[in-house]
């Protein structure tokens, strides 16, 4: 697929890997091309790359802003917040447990959470994008 960094893992392969259904990649398919769309639609620089399990964004080449993993009926998201909050989601470790800069996982299970989740994300984006280097 394009607008996606391949290089290491295939997308076709982590979703073979994780044994993710139709619906589930119909699903990540769309959130995906409609968070790429926004941030076009709003000339902001992104990055995507694969992962053994799913997809990493990232605002800029050092920080991610989403983790995207594939599970068998759904993707879980987990979104950088920061020191900030993002409203719709409660707040978890991004890294490591204790560092408090992330959210809870969002699980993207229809429609209405995919589309719930191009919201939360565009968030994250503006956090990291502003995030120290």
């Not at 394009?2 to 259904?21: G, M, P, V, W, Y």
């Not at 800069?101 to 968030?123: H, M, N, P, Y």
Request: positive net charge.
């Amino acid at each position: 697929m394009n607008r996606i960094d391949e290089s290491k893992h295939l997308l076709t392969d982590a979703f073979r890997r994780q044994k993710t259904d139709h619906s589930a990649r119909e699903l990540y398919m769309a959130f995906h091309k409609k968070l790429l769309d926004s941030l076009e639609d709003a000339h902001q620089p992104y990055l995507v790359r694969t992962h053994i399990k799913g997809c990493t964004y990232l605002a800029n080449d050092k920080k991610a802003f989403i983790y995207v993993d594939f599970r068998s009926n759904f993707s879980s998201i987990k979104f950088f917040t920061g020191h900030d909050s993002i409203t719709g989601i409660g707040k978890g470790y991004w890294v490591r447990g204790g560092d408090n800069t992330g959210s809870e996982r969002f699980r993207i299970v229809d429609e209405s959470s995919a589309s719930k989740a191009v919201d939360l994300a565009v968030q994250a984006y503006y956090i990291a994008s502003d995030w120290p280097s």
